[in-house]
């Protein structure tokens, strides 16, 4: 990001030389102050894209009833038996 930002600076430093037709030597240093300029807006631009984290949504716990559909929808696919459903079902209803 920098890198970039330090070209787009040189850029227009040498754009704005050739516009006003000023000698080389200012030429060169205007370039010099337009890298100065590039370098610290990328690095601003790099140190706000680090602190920005990503929003986190709080995810809540499945409701009493949702554990109930998914343990029930378990046995009617016959991937838990009739004693683990019930068992099941047991332990998510002593949990309210």
Do not use: C
């Not at 200012?26 to 890298?35: I, Y």
């Not at 709080?58 to 554990?67: K, L």
């Amino acid at each position: 990001m920098r890198r970039y930002a330090a070209a787009w600076g040189i850029g227009i430093g040498w754009a704005i030389g050739g516009l006003i037709g000023i000698p080389l030597r200012a030429f060169v240093e205007l370039s010099m102050v337009g890298l100065l300029v590039g370098l610290v807006v990328g690095s601003v631009i790099a140190q706000r894209a680090q602190k920005a984290p990503a929003p986190q949504v709080p995810v809540s716990p499945p409701s009493v009833a949702e554990r109930l559909k998914q343990v029930e929808k378990l046995k009617s696919e016959s991937l838990i038996s009739e004693e683990e459903y019930k068992a099941k079902r047991k332990q998510i209803l002593e949990d309210v």
